[in-house]
């Protein structure tokens, strides 16, 4: 019976419904009252508390009640017809969005109008009818099959233009190699010149006329200052202002001929026609072998200190060296050329020879100091003529005689040499260049007894190359520049055939 009544009692209190609230999260129950209550099981022990805590759900409840309560006020307009926050909220996040996308857009904007505006940039101006092709044989590039005959253009006269275009740009670029080279030589001073001549080309044969016969003309553009070439001797006597009195210096400077004759006869020969024909009675050779050794850069240009200038060759005609030869022939008449010249005859020679075409190495005593045109830089020490000035007065000297410096023609210094006519571009004013021969103490690379001709002025390519022989009596009629300019200037004119001996210049 006890057991059933337990067993209701338990039923009883599940089927009971849970309160809602709890008053107190320490809200205890007492099962023993109820026991004192219901029961007529009477026990004397402590009822047991039993904790029955608030669950989440009831704050959230309240939290969610409270949320939609702000929410409802927040979203309710003011009374007096402002618009929300949550309305002002949204209206700032979307004008700073449109505004972000206004900047992107007008930058767009402006980048289209700038692209469309340097499209047409370009659009005025005139375009080059004229293209620089890397190669001619571009134009009749394409393909090697099926081309009907005369399909391509002939182009030859293109690659002729283009050819001459990449030699004239090779001879600009030389010669602006070797201005600035110049230029930069030229800033030093002139007592402490350094630079020896440069490895281009320098010089060339030509012809002036038959009267001077042959002379050495520049293979490019020279600047002032710079040393043109430097050259070797082809023969070397030694000399005194009584050479002519003196037979053993005659003999020596007639050995010295034979010597240089009989080394390379074609070349002496060629060079020096007046002194095979005089000193050896040899008959100018033809032309064509002339111009042979004329042209020859390893003939000619052999006694040229390698990489100190170049000889680049000849331009004498067939016309001119026949011209030339045809005056020397009766001029060695006596004794007739078939014959060897007698001993007096090869002496005489020799000395006019020697007069004519020899330079004199400065003296010994001053030989390691002062150079050979320390005296008037323009004017060469002369060779005196012969005179009857006692041998033992005189003093020895070497002189020596060059292949192509001794091809050098006189030209005189003017005595105004800013006139206007006498300083013309083409003709300049003067003589355009000075020599020194080694030791010297202005160049230190001059060597011993060699010649180095250097320009006095800016000489330009196909000039002439010229120098004052300084001498009072040169032995013949001149016909330099500077005496046609002087003439003309008198209003005397231009006499084309020669000067003779109404030149103010003729000095005999
Ligand atoms: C050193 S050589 C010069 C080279 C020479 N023209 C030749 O063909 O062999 C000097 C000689 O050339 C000639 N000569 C040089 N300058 C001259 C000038 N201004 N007028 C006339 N003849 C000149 C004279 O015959 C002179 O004796």
Known sequence: MSA??????????????????????QATRSYGASHDHHGDHHHHEAPHNVEEPLGTGIFLLIAVVLGSAGVYHISRPHPNGEPTEIHKWLERVSNSYAEDLESKSQLLAAAIEQAAHDRHLLYGVQRTSHYDLRYPEVFAHGSPYNVPAGHYPNIDHVVAHY????????VRKANKLAAAAAAAAQAEPSHFLSRAPLNLPAVRIGFVSPAVGYGLFAARDLAQDEFVFHEAPLMTARFNEAFAADKALVQSQAAACRAALAARPEVTAAVFPGLALRFAGVLPAPYDDVERVLDDPAEMGRNLVAG???????????EQYEAYTIRLVPAAAQPPPSQQPDADARRDACLTFFKNYAFQAPPSSSSTTTPSTSTSPSRPPPLPPPSSTSPSTATTRQASIYLLASLINHRCTPSHPSSPNTS??????????????GPSGLAHFVRPGHICVQARRPIRAGEQLTWDYGKREKGFACE??????????RGGGLLM????????????
């Open 4 to 25: 059933l009544r337990q067993r209701a009692a338990l039923l009883a209190r599940m089927a009971r419904p849970v309160r809602p609230f709890a008053v107190s999260t």
């Open 308 to 318: 100190h200038g170049q000889f680049t060759g000849c331009t004498v005609t067939r």
């Open 424 to 437: 013309s571009s083409s003709s300049g004013s003067g003589p355009n260049c000075t020599w020194r021969i």
């Open 163 to 170: 050819k001459q275009k990449y030699h004239e740009e090779e």
């Open 480 to 489: 330099c520049d500077t005496c046609r300019l002087r003439l003309r200037r």
């Open 497 to 508: 055939g020669g000067l003779g001996a109404s030149s103010s210049c003729k000095v005999l």
